[in-house]
């Protein structure tokens, strides 16, 4: 490898939750002149901070430039491991399009949030209204959205809220989020919907086991199908909660908020 005077390179980019560049690329060279021993495993270590919109680091190893020279030349990259301090990188949704929840690739972690406690991050990739759909249950403990475009939570699957310990956390920052699949809080959950956003619950709503649905926020929660509980109630602490008549019974306390 030092003969082609070629620069072995490590580089890491920083995106943030829409596959958008945020912040400066981390660049390290190994430069020929260096590598004094071939043949076997040179450990390199390097420190670099993320920058604070960065939701995904994108790492290259490779080369730039070099020539031609006679023989074999090799340069390997094994056991990369790319970690840190604080929360890892929630399950942002990363795709301008309609697309199946289950899907890693769709995902900012390659992995579909599915669990007690996951987050799925619903933010600024698309940009027109899209459907994200799923065929079989899912599970996550926080659901966030941030887009004046409206995502569609839908399929023939259900969705679940659940934290492993306190209460769930449904987020809405901005524009009309629409959760078209059965919903059941198997944990209570807190709704928050900020001034001019809505969230639209438009299937089925279960309160498992006495779960409370706490409302917040400037925003509206807008219930357009039915609701089920064995004990739970709706809590509505701020904004507007338009349940329409299809409480069936369930205790709903209106606590500074516009009850319609």
Do not use: C
């Amino acid at each position: 490898y030092p003969q082609t005077e070629a620069v072995a390179r490590m580089s890491v980019s920083w995106l943030d939750s829409g596959s958008n560049p945020v912040g400066d690329d981390f660049v390290f060279d190994i430069l020929p002149f260096n590598v004094l021993i071939t043949g076997e495993w040179t450990q390199y270590t390097q420190s670099i901070s993320a920058p604070a919109a960065a939701s995904q680091a994108r790492v290259f190893f490779g080369w730039d430039g070099g020539g031609t020279v006679p023989g074999a030349q090799s340069f390997f990259v094994d056991d990369v491991s790319l970690d840190g301090l604080g929360e890892p990188p929630s399950a942002s949704w990363i795709v301008d399009a309609s697309g199946d929840w289950n899907v890693g690739g769709n995902w900012a972690t390659g992995e579909a949030p599915n669990g007690s406690g996951a987050t799925a991050a619903f933010l600024g990739a698309i940009s027109s209204n899209h459907t994200v759909y799923t065929n079989t249950a899912v599970t996550v403990g926080t659901l966030r959205f941030n887009n004046t475009n409206t995502y569609v939570l839908a399929g023939a699957g259900t969705l679940t809220m659940q934290a492993p310990s306190g209460n769930a956390v449904i987020d809405v920052q901005a524009g009309t989020q629409k959760i078209n699949l059965p919903l059941i809080l198997a944990s209570s959950t807190n709704a928050t919907i900020a001034s001019g956003a809505t969230l639209v619950i438009a299937d089925p709503l279960t309160l498992a086991g006495g779960a409370t649905l706490n409302t917040s926020g400037g925003g509206t929660l807008q219930i357009i199908s039915t609701v089920s509980s064995s004990g739970g109630s709706i809590v509505a602490n701020g904004g507007v909660v338009d349940a329409q008549m299809n409480l069936n019974g369930v205790a709903l306390v209106g606590n500074n908020a516009q009850i319609d």
